[in-house]
């Protein structure tokens, strides 16, 4: 089944403990991006990624860290997370961003930093 | 920078109604596209629709079809004979120029559907 697979679902952390979550994707995509959805802002990209070795910022990186080594995992690291870090997370991967095909996007991960 | 704005934070509808829910968007590139994506209770993100920016008919997906008026930077969602399931939150986004980058999403209208 075409997929994007984030673990994990739900993560409860404490104050600048590392962490990663993880995202693979098996749909042999190139594009790859990070979200955060909060009450009442929408979705905001943290990170995006054209193809390996090759990322950048989106609209709020601060406090995150992205690595693309291979074309179908793109991994969100948390070095030292906050608690305005506490957010649910989406993941998403598409084949050709101008095809009607959308985004498809991974389960979430809601992540609560204390 | 793209921006895209919904103006309707919360809608209540009848069953079996049509429903609109807006959108309009701001970007100077010439090519973009418009997307919409419907978020049920469970959380998931389910991609419903797009529109090219280049498209020159509006874009339909069986009860789901995307009203386009470019001069007015509109692309509002109608939901033709709504039902139950339909209540969710929808998100309207946009990619502009390669639409690499990603994508910009608006902050969403949390629609419920009465019986």
């Known amino acids: 089944e075409a997929q994007v697979t984030q673990n994990p679902r739900y993560l409860i952390t404490v104050t600048g403990k590392k962490l990663t979550v993880t995202c693979s994707q098996n749909?042999?995509?190139?594009?790859m991006s990070w979200y955060r959805q909060d009450p009442g802002l929408g979705l905001r990209q943290i990170y995006y990624s054209m193809n390996v070795e090759v990322t950048d910022k989106g609209d709020v990186p601060e406090g995150y860290k992205v690595s693309r080594k291979e074309k179908r995992n793109f991994p969100l690291i948390l070095e030292s997370p906050s608690p305005n870090q506490t957010s649910l997370y989406f993941c998403?991967?598409?084949?050709?961003?101008?095809?009607?095909?959308?985004?498809?996007f991974g389960s979430g991960t809601r992540l609560t930093v204390v | 920078a793209q921006k895209i704005t919904q103006t309707q934070p919360g809608m209540f509808v009848q069953e079996k109604e049509a429903v609109t829910l807006d959108c309009t968007y701001d970007t100077s590139d010439p090519s973009y596209g418009l997307f919409w994506y419907k978020q049920p209770s469970s959380g998931e993100m389910i991609f419903l629709i797009y529109?090219?920016?280049?498209?020159?008919q509006n874009a339909t997906e069986g009860r789901y079809s995307l009203n386009f008026q470019k001069a007015r930077k509109s692309a509002n969602l109608v939901i033709s004979a709504s039902q139950l399931g339909d209540s969710a939150m929808y998100f309207c986004?946009?990619?502009?120029?390669?639409?690499?980058?990603?994508?910009?999403f608006g902050k969403g209208t949390h629609l419920i559907i009465q019986p």
């Open positions: 998403a991967s598409s084949l050709s961003p101008e095809a009607p095909y959308g985004y498809t």
């Open positions: 529109q090219g920016s280049y498209d020159q």
């Open positions: 749909m042999n995509h190139e594009y």
């Open positions: 986004a946009t990619h502009s120029g390669g639409g690499a980058d990603g994508l910009t």
